[in-house]
Nanobody, 126 residues
Framework: QVQLVESGGGSAHPGGSLRLSCTAS????????IGWFRQAPGKEREGVSC??????????EYADSVKGRFTISRDYAKNTVYLQMNSLKPEDTAVYYC???WGCGWGLQASDFGSWGQGTQVTVSA
């Protein structure tokens, strides 16, 4: 059973930046789509971003709420997918998860993804 591992969460001020990492040991990520999701207290898990596999040109998708602020990317040598988060807002506060699928699908639906990591907390506050 493959399980992804997230890291890089923490605290930031509004307007600040954080970079999240998603990796897996003994499993190559570049043949799968990798999605980032987040869940705030009392809210449903929502899709943030997804990057297709290298076979699909590693194209990317973003939720409207993070377009222009977040960037998803792959480092093939490190077997890692990053989520660079800039211009952070308090509403970005949530636990962030990565997961994988055969493709990003439509609308970044959590039900299309599996092998979820344990999550990493991101807190944005003044």
């Amino acid at each position: 059973q493959v399980q992804l591992v997230e890291s890089g969460g923490g605290s930031a001020h509004p307007g600040g930046s954080l970079r999240l990492s998603c990796t897996a040991s003994e499993f190559t990520l570049d043949l799968h789509a990798i999605g980032w999701f987040r869940q705030a207290p009392g809210k449903e898990r929502e899709g943030v971003s997804c990057i297709q596999s290298s076979d699909h040109s590693a194209t990317t998708e973003y939720a409207d709420s993070v377009k222009g602020r977040f960037t998803i990317s792959r480092d093939y040598a490190k077997n890692t997918v990053y989520l660079q988060m800039n211009s952070l807002k308090p509403e970005d506060t949530a636990v962030y998860y990565c997961a994988m699928a055969w493709g990003c699908g439509w609308g970044l639906q959590a039900s299309d993804f599996g092998s979820w990591g344990q999550g990493t907390q991101v807190t944005v506050s003044a």
